[in-house]
């Protein structure tokens, strides 16, 4: 049997480990970049979706105005006047949608957060 220094088989442990080593990165790596494009390729779906989504809530809103001036004009109403009630109650819900992003809005301020801030900024100051 050859025996070999201790430093040999030391240098040929560190250097097996650097191989594994690097390995694993390029593999981890290699997912990463994998699971980015499929990130990539799924937002680029998910927003053309929510662009069709759009598209056919639109559509069935002006359907279902589209019958609702019809039912009216069939009760008796009179065109002019079937048009502002619908532009009304478009403005009604369009002022509840800007009063819940209104609402909405307030959460985005962080306010606890600064408070908070404002706080520690006063004890670390004086």
């Known amino acids: 049997m050859q025996q070999t220094a201790p430093y040999e088989d030391l240098s040929a442990a560190l250097k097996g480990l650097l191989l594994t080593f690097s390995q694993v990165i390029r593999e981890i790596t290699a997912i990463a970049r994998l699971e980015t494009r499929l990130a990539g390729i799924s937002l680029f779906l998910m927003i053309l979706l929510l662009f069709i989504s759009g598209l056919l809530c639109f559509a069935i809103w002006l359907s279902l105005l589209l019958a609702v001036f019809f039912g009216l ?37 962080f306010t606890a957060t600064r408070k908070q801030l404002a706080v520690h900024s006063l004890i670390n100051q004086g």
């Not at 009604?92 to 809005?105: D, E, P, S």
């Open 73 to 109: 004009l069939h009760l008796g109403f009179s065109w002019p006047i079937v048009l502002l009630q619908l532009a009304g109650a478009n403005l009604l819900l369009l002022g509840l949608v800007a009063w819940t992003i209104k609402r909405c809005f307030k959460n985005l301020m």
